[in-house]
């Protein structure tokens, strides 16, 4: 459905705003060259309220908006455990992590490999990060709005796919490669508020269609009595859908995994807190994206619940012409990952698309630049300065970071029309982003909490874990994906123990020396942290 003159006009507005504030934050001041500090963690300069917001926007993109929503479609409320644990990883990461990354004055999250353990190890897991951020984080979040923004702006064909990448590159390249994580951060606060503010709208639309007479509190009444299976967080055994989630695992199994790996040790993520002014206000950041987490499933799980209840049509809901056939896949079977696109595409009405478009458009693009700005780092930092020109000066330091940028945007244009049509594609990629990060997990967490770790037993545990998750995943073994994390992490911790204690009898000479006071947090983390904890258990005994 083609935009709308209004439309079109909203759209174009959010472009010139998000491009131009881009370039005004990140500007040079007189007198004052851009330094590798100013430009790959903003100066350390971000106040909390921009790192919570920045967080946020890295971490919601079209993964969630598209992919999430279809999961939401085709499994329910469970998914959503993705959203509510997260808000309670980010409290143990703000509380136990945070305070020895901002100690240590990391740039990169492999710089701490090299500092708890050795070069080696680091240079392995950069390139390793390098990889997975241009082959599965960028291409996927370009291949998924290409998708929806074809949905959306065309016949859904797959005909305008390709131009939306090359266009969804473009806004991204066109601030974030002049000015690194400064015009990323901040700018990630407008876009953080538009895509809360376009995804409500969305839902409150779409619930507001469900039943003929309209009415939001209709909507939500009508799909809870029509999908009330949807409305369950923890999936009991012979649920079609348990080996995505399987039960109890969500809340003490392989979930944490997951959500460790994620929030804790992923440098596109945890790159803006170490851009803080100080311990304090990265750890109130954190404590503010975890409130913001708490209602990211109301934007985009309750919308693919919306588009199941249409999709199946039972009494009492509105006819909504071709809804069949809008998920229909031509091969037999139900395209999950649609449910968004086509939910702005037939109901959000003229004036307000275009908004909504902006929203989804922010979403993609604020995680782009994101990774855009960390794979530049790690790349610079722990590859180029290393091994390339040790005695780089500042000003090549950020060049090089400007052509990595481009360099990995340009080869994850060309490999994201490679991904074709996967099913449920947030699933999708957290099951083979699971191969790997149980081991790397393992070795952060042994790592940081025992000394007697060694780099010996690092580098055999990071390796053999991906045999370890190989052989786990055979189909003779039968486990659900989440338990093959947790198992594989636990696995590889043992390794590292064993081999760290056959090598070494004494305490590693680079383990860290752990105080009470590194971890001691003030009065507004620690009120926010017991907020938090309480409503996510009040979530959990109601939809259980």
């Given at each position: 459905?083609?935009?709308?003159?209004?439309?079109?006009?909203?759209?174009?507005?959010?472009?010139?705003?998000?491009?131009?504030?881009?370039?005004?934050?990140?500007?040079?001041?007189?007198?004052?060259?851009?330094?590798?500090?100013?430009?790959?963690?903003?100066?350390?300069?971000?106040?909390?309220?921009?790192?919570?917001?920045?967080?946020?926007?890295?971490?919601?993109?079209?993964?969630?908006?598209?992919?999430?929503?279809?999961?939401?479609?085709?499994?329910?409320?469970?998914?959503?455990?993705?959203?509510?644990?997260?808000?309670?990883?980010?409290?143990?990461?703000?509380?136990?992590?945070?305070?020895?990354?901002?100690?240590?004055?990391?740039?990169?999250?492999?710089?701490?490999?090299?500092?708890?353990?050795?070069?080696?190890?680091?240079?392995?897991?950069?390139?390793?990060?390098?990889?997975?951020?241009?082959?599965?984080?960028?291409?996927?979040?370009?291949?998924?709005?290409?998708?929806?923004?074809?949905?959306?702006?065309?016949?859904?064909?797959?005909?305008?796919?390709?131009?939306?990448?090359?266009?969804?590159?473009?806004?991204?390249?066109?601030?974030?490669?002049?000015?690194?994580?400064?015009?990323?951060?901040?700018?990630?606060?407008?876009?953080?508020?538009?895509?809360?503010?376009?995804?409500?709208?969305?839902?409150?639309?779409?619930?507001?269609?469900?039943?003929?007479?309209?009415?939001?509190?209709?909507?939500?009444?009508?799909?809870?009595?029509?999908?009330?299976?949807?409305?369950?967080?923890?999936?009991?055994?012979?649920?079609?859908?348990?080996?995505?989630?399987?039960?109890?695992?969500?809340?003490?199994?392989?979930?944490?995994?997951?959500?460790?790996?994620?929030?804790?040790?992923?440098?596109?993520?945890?790159?803006?807190?170490?851009?803080?002014?100080?311990?304090?206000?990265?750890?109130?950041?954190?404590?503010?994206?975890?409130?913001?987490?708490?209602?990211?499933?109301?934007?985009?799980?309750?919308?693919?619940?919306?588009?199941?209840?249409?999709?199946?049509?039972?009494?009492?809901?509105?006819?909504?012409?071709?809804?069949?056939?809008?998920?229909?896949?031509?091969?037999?079977?139900?395209?999950?990952?649609?449910?968004?696109?086509?939910?702005i595409s037939v109901f959000v009405p003229t004036g307000l698309k275009g908004l909504v478009l902006a929203a989804l458009t922010a979403a993609i693009v604020s995680s782009l630049a994101s990774m855009l700005n960390s794979t530049s780092t790690i790349f610079t930092m722990d590859i180029y300065k290393d091994y390339i020109k040790k005695d780089a000066s500042e000003k090549q330091l950020v060049t090089v970071g400007r052509l990595t940028a481009a360099a990995a945007l340009l080869i994850a244009i060309a490999m994201a029309p490679v991904l074709?049509?996967?099913?449920?594609?947030?699933?999708?990629?957290?099951?083979?982003?699971?191969?790997?990060?149980?081991?790397?997990?393992?070795?952060?967490?042994?790592?940081?909490?025992?000394?007697?770790?060694?780099?010996?037993?690092?580098?055999?545990?990071?390796?053999s874990s991906i045999l370890v998750a190989w052989l786990l995943k055979l189909e003779g073994v039968g486990l659900p994906w989440m338990d093959q994390m947790m198992y594989t992490m636990l696995i590889t911790m043992a390794i590292i123990a064993g081999v760290s204690m056959i090598t070494s009898e004494s305490d590693d000479p680079k383990g860290i020396e752990l105080r009470a006071s590194t971890f001691k947090t003030d009065k507004i983390f620690n009120v926010s942290a017991y907020a938090i904890l309480i409503v996510l258990g009040f979530l959990?005994?109601?939809?259980?």
């Amino acid at each position: 459905m083609a935009l709308s003159t209004i439309d079109l006009l909203v759209f174009l507005t959010y472009i010139v705003c998000i491009v131009g504030l881009g370039l005004w934050v990140s500007r040079d001041k007189k007198g004052h060259e851009k330094s590798s500090k100013d430009y790959f963690l903003a100066g350390k300069s971000l106040p909390w309220w921009a790192i919570g917001a920045s967080l946020i926007a890295a971490n919601i993109s079209a993964e969630q908006f598209i992919g999430m929503s279809g999961s939401g479609f085709a499994i329910g409320l469970a998914i959503a455990s993705y959203e509510w644990m997260a808000a309670i990883t980010l409290i143990v990461v703000g509380k136990f992590f945070l305070p020895i990354f901002i100690e240590k004055e990391l740039y990169t999250i492999p710089e701490f490999i090299e500092k708890r353990f050795s070069t080696d190890l680091k240079t392995i897991l950069a390139v390793f990060w390098v990889a997975l951020f241009i082959f599965v984080n960028l291409t996927s979040v370009l291949f998924l709005g290409g998708k929806a923004i074809d949905t959306i702006v065309g016949n859904g064909d797959g005909s305008l796919i390709f131009y939306a990448i090359l266009g969804l590159a473009f806004i991204a390249a066109a601030y974030s490669l002049y000015g690194g994580l400064s015009a990323v951060a901040w700018t990630d606060v407008l876009q953080v508020a538009l895509l809360v503010v376009g995804g409500l709208i969305t839902s409150v639309i779409a619930l507001n269609h469900v039943t003929p007479d309209g009415g939001l509190l209709n909507g939500i009444a009508h799909i809870y009595q029509h999908a009330g299976d949807k409305f369950h967080m923890i999936l009991e055994k012979g649920h079609p859908q348990f080996n995505n989630l399987p039960g109890i695992a969500v809340l003490i199994g392989g979930m944490w995994v997951a959500n460790l790996y994620y929030w804790g040790f992923n440098q596109y993520i945890i790159q803006r807190t170490l851009a803080a002014k100080s311990i304090g206000e990265a750890q109130r950041g954190i404590a503010f994206a975890a409130f913001l987490k708490m209602i990211i499933p109301l934007i985009v799980v309750i919308p693919g619940i919306v588009a199941y209840v249409m999709y199946t049509q039972p009494a009492g809901t509105a006819a909504i012409p071709g809804v069949q056939e809008a998920f229909g896949l031509a091969e037999g079977g139900v395209n999950y990952d649609k449910a968004y696109p086509w939910l702005i595409s037939v109901f959000v009405p003229t004036g307000l698309k275009g908004l909504v478009l902006a929203a989804l458009t922010a979403a993609i693009v604020s995680s782009l630049a994101s990774m855009l700005n960390s794979t530049s780092t790690i790349f610079t930092m722990d590859i180029y300065k290393d091994y390339i020109k040790k005695d780089a000066s500042e000003k090549q330091l950020v060049t090089v970071g400007r052509l990595t940028a481009a360099a990995a945007l340009l080869i994850a244009i060309a490999m994201a029309p490679v991904l074709g049509n996967i099913p449920q594609m947030f699933q999708y990629i957290q099951e083979y982003t699971g191969l790997v990060s149980p081991g790397i997990l393992a070795v952060f967490l042994m790592g940081l909490f025992w000394k007697k770790a060694t780099n010996q037993a690092a580098i055999i545990g990071a390796v053999s874990s991906i045999l370890v998750a190989w052989l786990l995943k055979l189909e003779g073994v039968g486990l659900p994906w989440m338990d093959q994390m947790m198992y594989t992490m636990l696995i590889t911790m043992a390794i590292i123990a064993g081999v760290s204690m056959i090598t070494s009898e004494s305490d590693d000479p680079k383990g860290i020396e752990l105080r009470a006071s590194t971890f001691k947090t003030d009065k507004i983390f620690n009120v926010s942290a017991y907020a938090i904890l309480i409503v996510l258990g009040f979530l959990y005994a109601f939809f259980w």
